[in-house]
């Protein structure tokens, strides 16, 4: 009883509430992905996978949105605020309707390019892509505000509408078909922009923004933009070029693997909502910003070294609890794999803190180390271990030049901690 009246008293703030429903968010989606595996096999399990894969390129897409959005909700107040919100949502739209359309006129194309099995997926997708933008620019607002309730909850109705329409359509209706997830991931996102407030669609008054905002949030959104690019390259390009130089069972073998070894950038994203608001708003008061980004690198830093430690000790445990006998071909490179992400994570965390500070080297840095892996894969893909190997050294190279730039940016400061403009 004494332990329970403890726990009572002390209270959760809203962004440990934030966290806790991001891991739970994080392990859904695991489960998500884990039973397609099951259920699907290797071969079939490679479709869905570029269709997983299509669904995160979308994700950071439409991050630009939400960052964007998250960054002048923290800036911007009253009238100001809800013209300015108002815009991005008329943009969001805008850029999601072209997009679905390209999907969708393309379909045939991607059907070819990545082997799938059908080009009805890729259509179905497409008709999803501008409910995602929309969802984005909501969650931004909540994120910059620090609504952390509503923000769970848009991520927690996505996860589980998708987990609990594409389960029941496979196990119910024994419908093992491609379209069927890309099915699942459309009804995700109409409840995922759940809740939805109306008024900043469309407010009672607007105001025209002056000419220094819509300058300085110009230039955030393509410096953001660029930067979401890259982490499409580097998150996602080997996914997709494995799917094109190897057959359907070697890149579903490949998609178990990258599955269970993103499991560290997963982690640090949940750090990454956290800092970017954060950081703002310290900015905006002229306190010292550089404190959050050590706490934040050394959460990363120990959640890496631990998973890194269980991947190597119990590799085959692992992936046999996780996906079955059928995928443990692919256990040595377990550890090799979270090796590359652990780096790419704590990268992630100097390259959005910078971007939070309207600093924008280190994001053309990792631009430029995205295509590096890129190329990398491109021309040594030997076999699935060659192709870790290449992100391996693309991304310890990367980490290597962030924590460079930060230290020889401190140095060249008066105050060496202090990275304000």
């Not at 998500?32 to 979308?58: C, H, W």
């Not at 309207?358 to 040594?380: A, E, H, N, R």
């Amino acid at each position: 009883m004494q332990i329970i009246a403890n726990l009572k008293s002390k209270s959760i703030t809203p962004e440990q509430w934030f966290m806790i429903s991001v891991l739970a968010v994080n392990g859904g989606n695991y489960l998500y992905n884990l039973i397609l595996g099951r259920l699907l096999g290797p071969a079939q399990f490679a479709d869905a996978a570029v269709l997983i894969t299509f669904l995160l390129v979308l994700s950071f897409a439409a991050m630009t949105f939400q960052l964007v959005t998250a960054k002048f909700s923290v800036l911007f107040e009253n009238e100001v605020f809800k013209s300015f919100i108002s815009i991005v949502y008329k943009n969001a739209l805008v850029v999601g309707i072209v997009m679905g359309l390209l999907i969708i006129g393309f379909a045939s194309e991607l059907q070819l390019l990545f082997n799938t099995s059908s080009s009805s997926m890729f259509m179905v997708f497409g008709c999803g892509v501008p409910l995602y933008f929309f969802m984005s620019v909501n969650r931004g607002v909540f994120q910059g505000k620090k609504a952390f309730k509503a923000l769970s909850i848009t991520y927690q109705s996505e996860m589980l509408s998708r987990l609990l329409i594409t389960l029941g359509l496979i196990i119910f209706f024994n419908i093992q078909s491609s379209v069927v997830i890309a099915v699942g991931i459309l009804a995700s996102f109409i409840f995922g922009l759940l809740p939805f407030k109306f008024g900043n669609l469309l407010p009672k008054k607007t105001i025209v923004l002056s000419k220094i905002h819509s300058k300085n949030i110009k230039r955030f959104f393509i410096i953001t933009a660029f930067y979401e690019l890259t982490q499409i390259i580097i998150n996602n390009s080997d996914i997709l070029l494995v799917k094109h130089y190897f057959e359907s069972y070697e890149a579903g073998l490949y998609a178990s693997l990258a599955l269970i070894g993103r499991i560290v950038y997963f982690i640090a994203w949940m750090f990454v909502m956290l800092l970017l608001p954060t950081v703002v708003q310290l900015k905006k008061e002229g306190k010292n910003t550089a404190p959050i980004l050590f706490k934040y690198v050394g959460y990363i830093a120990t959640i890496s070294i631990i998973i890194m430690m269980v991947c190597l000790s119990f590799p085959e445990t692992i992936i046999t609890l996780l996906f079955g006998d059928r995928y443990t071909a692919m256990a040595p490179l377990l550890w090799k794999y979270a090796l590359a992400t652990s780096m790419f994570a704590l990268s992630n965390i100097f390259a959005y803190y910078y971007l939070s500070l309207d600093k924008y080297v280190p994001v053309i840095i990792s631009g430029v180390f995205g295509m590096l892996q890129m190329g990398l894969v491109i021309f040594y893909h030997d076999s699935l271990e060659q192709v870790v190997h290449m992100q391996i050294i693309a991304m310890v190279l990367l980490l290597v030049i962030q924590v460079s730039f930060f230290f020889f940016t401190s140095k060249i400061n008066k105050k060496p901690l202090s990275l304000n403009n």
